[in-house]
């Protein structure tokens, strides 16, 4: 498995910007699907994009426009860039590795590794 560790949470107004970051340790990183779920207090965690070892990438509904996923190789790091924050987007924010590619019928259960998760807060 890989060891995933996020950075780059915190407190933020609406309307402004963060930068997650997601650093992975072995060997499979340039082969992995990486990946940034998030999970509000009483909701389900959801996907919020997904990143291809090619550079593929996958976004939810309420983040299009708004949120890039990029990574790179050369670091073992997935980052996700969050601008027009709103208070909605407050979740903590978790991202994980899977080995190998991704499908539409594929979720959460099937990313093998995850982070401990980092806190977004976007105040009003």
């Known amino acids: 498995q890989v060891q995933l560790v996020e950075s780059g949470g915190g407190l933020v107004q609406a309307g402004g910007s963060l930068r997650l970051a997601c650093a992975a340790s072995?060997?499979?990183?340039?082969?992995?699907?990486m990946a940034w779920y998030r999970q509000a207090p009483g909701k389900q965690r959801e996907l919020v994009a997904l990143?291809?070892?090619?550079?593929?990438?996958v976004y939810g509904n309420s983040v299009k426009g708004r949120f890039t996923i990029s990574r790179d190789n050369t670091k073992s790091t997935v980052y996700l860039q969050m601008n027009s924050l709103k208070p909605e987007d407050t979740a903590v924010y978790y991202c994980?590795?899977?080995?190998?590619?991704?499908?539409?019928?594929?979720?959460?259960?099937?990313?093998?590794?995850w982070g401990q998760g980092t806190q977004v807060t976007v105040s009003s």
């Open positions: 994980a590795a899977r080995n190998g590619g991704w499908g539409p019928f594929l979720g959460a259960a099937d990313f093998g590794s």
């Open positions: 990143i291809l070892s090619g550079g593929g990438t």
């Open positions: 072995g060997s499979s990183f340039g082969v992995s699907t």
